[in-house]
C-alpha cells in the first residue's frame, strides 16, 4: 500500500511539476492563429498581462466586442508573463504595468521588431495602516519618513519623525508591523519606484522592482494578503491598490507630494499625477513623485505593449482600431471601475503612438 | 501481481478457443500499455529534469554552490541565494512531522487496535476526507482562523514564559514558521494516519495471539509486537507525509509571512521553497531572475530525492535487521 501510493503520489507530483515548468516555459496562452481559419471579417485577438488591469480590460473587450463584433481574448497572467509573451510573439499584445526594462527592449526588438508602451489607465498605491483610534485619512507622512520606515529605520510609531508630522495624533510607543507583497507585482513596482525618488538611501539600499529584497517584516500573497496581514496585526502599515483600499474601505495615510502638500489617494489625484510629469514620446515614464499640486504622489500608468510593424494587416488595423476606442470612449468605464482616468496630455502622447502603428511601412488607420 | 494473469486466460480456455486467442491478444495489449505508462512516467521525469536544468543554466554558471549557501535574494541587482528557503523548507517540515506524526501514530493505534467498532468507520473516514480539502481552503482557513489564534494567545504565552529561548522571540506577528507548521501538521495528519492504519491492520493476527498469550498486557503487546512489526510501513507512511510537506506550496505561503529571513526564531516570518517560488515566478523577468526561482525547484527535486533515498535506506535496513519482509 504505502509504495503503491508512494509511486503513485511521486507521479502526480511529476505530472504537476511539468505543467507547471512547461506553462513557465513556453506555453503559448490561449489559442493565438485560432483565427487564421475563419474569412478575415470576425477577427480575435489575444492579449496577455497585466493583472491589476484586467477588470478594466474584461469590460472594455465585452462592451467593445458588442459594438464592433471583434473578439479580444485577454489573460490575466501577470507583467512578466505579457512582456514574454509579447517578446514570444505569441499574443497579438501584451499588458504590463512596470515599464519594459533595456535588456527586455533589445531581446524583443532582436526576435519580433520594436515594442511600443501604450497607456491606458492609471492606477494608485494607497499607504494602509492598523493604529487603534486613528482613522483613514487622519495620518500623514512623508516619502522619507515612508522610505525609513520600509527599510526599518524608524522602527517605533511614535519616532519624533512621525510624531512632528503629526502633531494632532496620539501614536502609540510601538514597533512598526511593515508589511509588504511578497509575490512580484506591478503595486510594488510603483511603490519601490516612488521611494526610490524621494530617498536616495532607499534607491542604494533596495531599488526599485516588482519584487525587491525588504527588510521589513512579514510579506502578504497579492492586495488580499496585505491588506489581511494589516487589518489583522495591530500597529502594522502596508501598501495596496487604490482600487482594493477603496472596495475593502481601509484605513489609508496622506501622503505628502513634491509640490508639499498632504494628499488623500482618490481617482481625481491619480489622473492629476500625469499632468505634473513631463511625458517622453514614447510613455516610458513613472508619474510618481508629480509636481502637479494636487497630484497624490504614488500612481503610474498601465500599459499595452504592441509590435510597431504589426504582422498581419486585419489585426493590426483591428487592434489599433481597438486602442484608439479603449483611450476615447472605454475611458467612461475607468471610474466605476476604480481606475483613473487619462490625462488629455497623455491621450494625446497615446493617440500619436497608435496612429505610428504600421503594417509592411504603411500606416493602419488615420485620425 | 503476475499469477493473475495465467489465472483469468484458464478461464477462458474453459469455454471456447476463440475466446482464449482473443483474451492472450488482449493481455499483449494490456501488457504493453502498461508498460508504455510506466515508461512515460520514466520519461517525464528525465524531461523535466532536463528542462529545469536548461532553464536553470544561467543561475548555474552564475553563482555556483554558492546559490546553496548565499541569503541573500536581491532582484534589483541580480543576486540570488537559496538557504533562507531551504532552511524554512526544512524548518517547517520538522515542525509539521514533530506534531504529526505522535498524533498520527495514535490515532492509527487507536484506530486499528482500541477503538470499539462503531467508531472505527466513521473516525478513519473524517479523517481521510480532511485529506481531500484543497491546500488553499486550508491556508484561508489558516491565516483568518488560526494566525490570530497562534499569535495571541500562543505566541504572546510562549514569548512572556518561554522568552529566553531563542526559539521564541522576536515579536509575535502569527504568520511565520510555527505558523507554517501547524498547518503543514494538519494536512500530513491524514496522510499518515491512513498509512500506519492499514500497515498496523495488517499485521497478522498471530502476532498478537502470541504476544497476548505470553501474558502481554495490551500495551505491551502493541509497543513490543505490532508496532516494531509494521515499523517499516509506519516509516513509508512518515515519509509520504513528509514529501507532501517538503512541497507543499499554497497554504505554506499564506500563513508563511514570506519574508526572506534565516532566523532561529519560530515566531519569525520567513519562506519555503516553494512557497519563493509561487510568489515571484508569475512576474519575474530577464534569464537570471527565472534562472535562479527554476534552480530553486530543483534544489527542492533535489531534497525531495534525497529525502525518499534515505528513508528507502531506512526501510531496508530495518527489514532486513528484522529479517520481516513486506
Not at chain 2, 519563493?276 to 530543483?298: P, Q, R, T
Request: hydrophobic share 45%.
Amino acid at each position: 500500500m504505502s509504495k503503491w501510493s508512494q509511486n503513485w503520489f511521486a507521479g502526480i507530483a511529476a505530472i504537476l511539476i511539468a505543467a507547471v515548468a512547461l506553462a513557465g516555459c513556453s506555453s503559448p496562452s490561449g489559442s493565438p492563429a485560432a483565427s487564421t481559419a475563419t474569412p478575415a471579417k470576425s477577427i480575435n485577438l489575444n492579449g496577455a498581462g497585466a493583472t491589476f488591469p484586467a477588470p478594466l480590460y474584461t469590460k472594455w473587450f465585452d462592451e467593445y466586442n458588442k459594438l464592433t463584433g471583434v473578439k479580444v481574448n485577454y489573460q490575466p497572467i501577470g507583467s512578466g508573463g505579457g512582456i514574454s509573451q509579447i517578446t514570444e510573439g505569441t499574443v497579438d499584445f501584451g499588458a504590463t504595468d512596470g515599464i519594459m526594462t533595456e535588456a527586455e527592449m533589445t531581446k524583443a526588438e532582436s526576435k519580433n521588431g520594436p515594442i511600443m508602451h501604450i497607456p491606458m489607465t492609471s492606477g494608485s498605491v494607497a499607504v494602509i495602516y492598523n493604529l487603534s483610534g486613528i482613522g483613514s485619512g487622519q495620518l500623514k507622512l512623508t516619502g522619507d519618513v515612508l522610505a525609513d520606515i520600509y527599510m526599518k529605520k524608524i522602527t517605533k510609531w511614535n519616532n519624533p519623525e512621525i510624531a512632528s508630522l503629526n502633531p494632532d495624533l496620539k501614536l502609540p510607543d510601538a514597533a512598526i508591523a511593515v508589511v509588504f507583497r511578497s509575490d512580484g507585482s506591478g503595486t510594488t513596482y510603483i511603490f519601490t519606484n516612488y521611494l526610490s525618488k524621494v530617498s536616495q538611501g532607499f534607491k542604494a539600499s533596495i531599488g526599485n522592482a516588482k519584487a525587491v529584497k525588504w527588510p521589513g517584516d512579514i510579506g502578504g500573497q497579492g492586495n488580499a494578503g496585505v491588506a489581511g496581514q494589516v487589518q489583522q496585526i495591530p500597529n502594522s502599515i502596508g501598501y495596496v491598490e487604490l482600487a482594493y483600499a477603496e472596495q475593502n474601505k481601509l484605513a489609508w495615510a496622506q501622503l505628502k507630494n513634491a509640490a508639499g502638500n498632504f494628499i488623500e489617494p482618490s481617482l481625481e489625484a491619480t489622473t492629476k499625477a500625469a499632468e505634473g510629469v513631463s511625458l517622453p514620446d514614447d510613455m516610458k515614464v513613472m508619474l510618481t513623485d508629480s509636481s502637479n499640486p494636487e497630484a497624490y504622489p504614488i500612481a503610474g500608468f498601465t500599459w499595452i505593449l504592441v509590435y510597431a510593424n504589426q504582422r498581419d494587416k486585419d489585426k493590426g488595423e483591428a487592434l489599433a482600431k481597438m486602442l484608439w476606442w479603449a483611450i476615447h470612449d472605454g475611458q467612461h468605464y475607468t471610474s466605476a471601475l476604480s481606475y483613473g482616468s487619462l490625462a488629455s496630455t497623455a491621450v494625446t502622447k497615446a493617440e500619436n503612438a497608435i496612429l505610428s502603428m504600421k503594417y509592411e511601412g504603411q500606416t493602419l488607420i488615420t485620425r | 501481481m503476475d499469477k493473475c494473469k495465467p489465472n483469468t486466460s484458464h478461464i477462458a480456455v474453459g469455454s471456447d478457443t476463440a475466446s482464449a486467442v482473443r483474451a492472450r491478444v488482449g493481455d499483449k495489449i494490456f501488457s504493453r500499455l502498461t508498460l508504455f505508462f510506466s515508461v512515460l512516467m520514466v520519461a517525464i521525469l528525465i524531461a523535466l529534469l532536463v528542462a529545469l536544468g536548461i532553464d536553470a543554466w544561467p543561475a548555474i554558471q552564475k553563482f555556483g554552490l554558492s546559490f546553496i549557501s548565499s541569503i541573500e535574494w536581491d532582484p534589483v541587482n541580480e543576486v540570488f541565494g537559496a538557504l533562507p528557503a531551504i532552511y524554512g523548507t526544512l524548518l517547517t517540515s520538522l515542525i509539521g512531522l514533530l506534531i504529526a506524526v505522535p498524533i498520527s501514530l495514535g490515532s492509527a493505534v487507536f484506530l486499528s487496535e482500541l477503538a470499539p467498532d462503531w467508531m472505527r468507520r466513521p473516525c478513519s473516514f473524517v479523517i481521510e476526507m480532511l485529506a481531500a480539502i484543497p491546500s488553499v481552503i486550508i491556508g484561508l482557513w489558516g491565516l483568518y482562523v488560526m494566525v490570530p489564534f497562534i499569535r495571541n494567545p500562543i505566541e504572546t504565552w510562549l514569548g512572556s514564559n518561554l522568552g529566553f529561548l531563542p526559539l521564541f522571540q522576536g515579536p509575535p506577528f502569527g504568520v511565520g514558521f510555527l505558523s507554517a507548521g501547524i498547518i503543514l501538521a494538519i494536512m500530513v495528519i491524514p496522510i499518515i494516519t491512513a498509512v500506519s492504519r492499514e500497515v498496523i491492520a495488517a499485521v497478522p493476527l498471530t502476532q498478537r495471539e502470541a504476544m497476548l498469550a505470553l501474558g502481554a498486557t495490551r500495551w505491551e503487546m502493541i509497543t513490543r509486537s505490532v508496532l516494531p512489526y509494521c515499523r517499516s510501513g509506519l516509516v513509508g507512511g512518515v515519509i509520504l507525509g513528509l514529501g507532501r510537506a517538503l512541497g507543499e506550496t499554497m497554504a505554506v505561503t499564506m500563513v508563511i509571512g514570506n519574508s526572506y529571513a534565516l532566523s532561529p526564531s519560530l515566531f519569525s516570518p520567513g519562506a519555503t521553497i516553494a512557497s519563493k517560488v509561487a510568489s515571484e515566478f508569475n512576474e519575474a523577468s530577464g534569464d537570471l531572475y527565472i534562472g535562479s526561482l527554476i534552480e530553486l525547484a530543483l534544489v527542492l527535486f533535489a531534497i525531495t530525492l534525497l529525502v525518499n533515498i534515505i528513508a528507502r535506506l531506512l526501510v531496508w535496513r530495518t527489514v532486513s535487521v528484522r529479517g520481516t519482509g513486506e
